[in-house]
């Protein structure tokens, strides 16, 4: 499980590396998950300790939204000020989703033949 750790912070300091060389605007947390993925995709499976370290981390997901939340409240007066605009992102975010993962799965069921006529 150490090594599959190992990989994950690898990545995540791959893609903080790539942030600080190329000054982009997307979180290194995520390039370091697109690393990952292409890893894991050229790999073509996952490693079993991999697979325990990211279980681990996603069972104690929780732990990482308090410093998150313990930082709104030092800007819960902005968010009082824009609390409409954050409403219509969420729900626009959020609307915006279903429809593209409903078009993706009706496209992915239609290519595989699971479509019903």
Known sequence: MIHGFFIIILCQMAGS??????????????????????????RGKVDDSVAKASGVLVDNLGFFFIPAGAGITLYIGLISEQWWRILIASVGGTILTLVVCSVTFSLMSFREGDHHE
């Open 17 to 42: 590396l790539i942030v600080q060389m190329l000054d982009s605007p997307i979180p290194d947390a995520i390039i370091g998950m697109v690393i990952l993925f292409t890893g894991l995709c050229f």
